[in-house]
Antibody, heavy 120, light 111 residues
Framework: QVQLQESGPGLVKPSETLSLTCTVS????????WSWIRQPPGKRLEWIGY???????NYNPSLKSRVTISLDTFKKQFSLQLSSVTAADTAVYYC??????????????WGQGTMVTVSS | DIVLTQTPLSSPVTLGQPASISCRSS???????????LSWLQQRPGQPPRLLIY???NRFSGVPDRFSGSGAGTDFTLKISRVEAEDVGVYYC????????FGQGTKLEIK
């Protein structure tokens, strides 16, 4: 059974960097796209970006200047860094596995999500 | 950005009755490769989203056959043939034709 688990601080100060890690179990890292998605309170889900198992990444243009997603294949973890955060970055953050063409680029496995609040 | 608009935002349904959710896209979701990358997610209370349908009408592994998807171009529909209590939650359409965006969600509740 494939499982994803997010970890990281639940509170981040404005202007600082939000850092989250997702640990993968029950799945190979290879040949998948590993993604971050968030949902601000009362708003729709927003795709943040992904990193492919080869290490290549793709980001939402609206966040690109502040986002870095990295991959540690040995630890089976991938991480999100979002810099210069503001209250608008307060959200539930999900990690998810993104399938390639075989599943039409759909998100087939999700972590439980972790709430991150930006506040001083 | 491709904007997905779902209707209704809330759908009270009687157990055993059908339900239908519409998803309209601001532009065609037909990709240049000939595929239409529209999928549906279900989010039960207190749970993360779960994949139900991919590429318009393909049920994901383990999804009951009372769920079906249809549509083309800019208009898509998720149907539940007979609503059960476990179907309560929020349903999202999502597209992968041009990066990824999501609908605003439709809350399915029991009357």
């Amino acid at each position: 059974q494939v499982q994803l688990q997010e970890s990281g601080p639940g509170l981040v100060k404005p202007s600082e960097t939000l850092s989250l890690t997702c640990t993968v179990s029950g799945s190979s890292i290879s040949n998948y796209y590993w993604s971050w998605i968030r949902q601000p309170p009362g708003k729709r889900l927003e795709w943040i970006g992904y990193i492919y198992s080869s290490g290549s990444a793709n980001y939402n243009p609206s966040l690109k200047s502040r986002v870095t997603i990295s991959l540690d294949t040995f630890k089976k973890q991938f991480s999100l860094q979002l810099s210069s955060v503001t209250a608008a970055d307060t959200a539930v953050y999900y990690c998810a596995r993104l399938q390639g063409p075989t599943l039409a680029f759909a998100f087939d496995v999700w972590g439980q999500g972790t709430m991150v609040t930006v506040s001083s | 950005d491709i904007v997905l608009t779902q209707t209704p935002l809330s759908s009270p349904v009687t157990l055993g009755q059908p339900a239908s959710i519409s998803c309209r896209s601001s532009q065609s979701l037909l990709h240049s490769d000939g595929n239409t990358y529209l999928s549906w997610l279900q989010q039960r209370p207190g749970q993360p989203p779960r994949l139900l349908i991919y590429k318009i009408s393909n049920r994901f592994s383990g999804v009951p056959d009372r769920f079906s998807g249809s549509g083309a171009g800019t208009d898509f529909t998720l149907k539940i043939s007979r609503v059960e209590a476990e179907d309560v939650g929020v349903y999202y359409c999502t597209q992968a034709t041009q990066l990824w965006t999501f609908g605003q969600g439709t809350k399915l509740e029991i009357k």
